[in-house]
């Protein structure tokens, strides 16, 4: 099949290129002339693992292109929107203006049978406003959130663990227009769950909804245990060995952040207040205020092993990307905490495998180091608040010799403690004796 993917960024590059994985002929389109050189060179403008080689592969093989030139797409059957919806600047609903953009660019281009096909997440409702606009050229809407996990992005892609089509009732033609798309997908036993628009545009802010409040119940169980000596691993590993519960999403810690859990939670609630039903997700509520609570109990943290005082310590932070196998720092708590202990007057030398240049756009304040060697140079304490491998394989040995204080601060329980405590080094984490 001929496709277009509008929207050339984390999601629209990783499904052009794995669609034109999959056999396809597709066509990435996007305004930002530097994005589509840089993507058309194999060159990702982000991290993430996989997808250079990919890149390289499928632009090799003529199945994959890039261009700024919307009229590219004319010829393509199916229209995939990718765009972002970032949180608003005034308020917690989400923005559609690039959604909306991306609409009024297509629709010229379009024949009678197209299918357009939304991936971005929306408000619930959006997709049926949107499409009036469609139908009126003879096309058809359809609704396929994705589910990509950064770090995975593209296994997700080719192998997801579940595809969902939001349709008109009775539209047979999108759907098999999309089980075209997916077909090597669908050979794999991957279920398929064909639903309405609402559903569809629901099912990707509740799943995040849900592992959001999932994060914040145990490291709501991590506040409980520092005030009574337990330990929450160990609590996460006993509950997690019930099957209703499970162990995935259960480790405590600094938090969640990035892109989506974030802004997705609370452009739910605000969507939600619109529609008379905000009342029915308060919760969500207190799930942000307890993720946004372990940062300040970071830094407390931190406080408290520095003496009391974090003015003019040297603080060593390994990790800022929100998560590992990543170079995202949209509200990451790791850049978070590193950025508050600087404006306490600490001497922060931060380092990250991939998120110093994404970091310094943000927080261009901050000193940046290339190795948690280099970063724990003379450092009163070490604080890892990202969980990449090469981190939580730290021997204590390594840095034994370069740090002033043999204190490490566990920010993501990803490290073990007899090894630091037996190695001479004092060991805190957020939830834990």
């Not at 639903?195 to 802010?205: G, I, S």
């Not at 914040?216 to 409980?224: G, H, L, T």
């Not at 090469?390 to 034994?400: F, N, T």
């Amino acid at each position: 099949m001929k496709i277009s993917v509008i929207g050339c960024g984390y999601l629209g590059a990783v499904h052009a290129s794995s669609l034109a994985k999959l056999g396809h002929e597709v066509v990435g389109i996007d305004i930002d002339q530097v994005k589509v050189d840089s993507l058309a060179s194999a060159h990702a403008p982000f991290y993430e693992p996989g997808l250079p080689e990919l890149l390289a592969e499928t632009l090799a093989a003529g199945t994959l292109e890039f261009t700024t030139d919307m009229s590219r797409a004319q010829g393509a059957t199916v229209h995939f929107i990718a765009v972002g919806t970032p949180q608003q600047e005034d308020s917690n609903a989400a923005d559609l203006r690039f959604v909306e953009a991306a609409l009024d660019a297509i629709v010229p281009y379009l024949t009678p049978g197209d299918v357009v096909v939304g991936k971005s997440t929306v408000p619930v409702g959006t997709a049926e406003r949107l499409a009036v606009q469609i139908e009126a050229v003879g096309a058809q809407l359809a609704w396929n959130p994705e589910f990509l996990r950064e770090g995975y992005a593209v296994k997700d892609t080719i192998s997801p663990d579940r595809l969902v089509y939001g349709v008109r009732s009775g539209d047979e033609h999108s759907v098999a227009l999309l089980d075209e798309v997916y077909a090597s997908v669908l050979a794999q036993g991957i279920p398929r769950v064909i639903t309405d628009f609402a559903t569809a545009e629901l099912v990707k802010v509740a799943a995040n909804a849900f592992l959001a409040t999932k994060i914040s119940f145990i490291n709501a169980m991590a506040e409980v245990a520092e005030v009574t000596g337990a330990d929450v691993t160990q609590l996460a590993d006993a509950i997690g060995y019930d099957q209703r519960i499970g162990r995935r999403f259960l480790n405590a810690g600094l938090g969640f952040g990035g892109g989506c859990l974030p802004k997705d939670i609370r452009g739910f609630m605000a969507r939600a207040s619109e529609l008379g039903a905000g009342d029915a997700l308060n919760f969500l509520g207190e799930v942000d205020a307890i993720n946004l609570r372990r940062r300040e109990r970071m830094v407390d943290l931190c406080r408290e092993v520095l003496g009391g005082t974090i003015e003019g310590a040297r603080v060593a932070v390994l990790g800022l990307a929100f998560k590992p196998d990543s170079d995202d720092v949209r509200d990451s708590p790791a850049l978070d905490v590193a950025a508050r202990l600087a404006e306490l007057g600490a001497d922060v030398r931060a380092t990250d495998p991939q998120a110093i240049e994404t970091s310094r756009r943000l927080r261009p304040g901050l000193n940046y180091v290339d190795s948690a060697r280099e970063a724990a140079k003379d450092a009163d304490v070490v604080l890892v608040l990202t969980e990449w491998r090469e981190y939580r394989a730290i021997d204590p040995s390594e840095l034994d010799s370069v740090v002033s204080v043999r204190a490490i601060l566990d920010g993501r329980n990803c490290l073990d403690p007899v090894q630091w405590r037996e190695a001479g080094w004092t060991y805190r984490a957020l939830g834990r004796p």
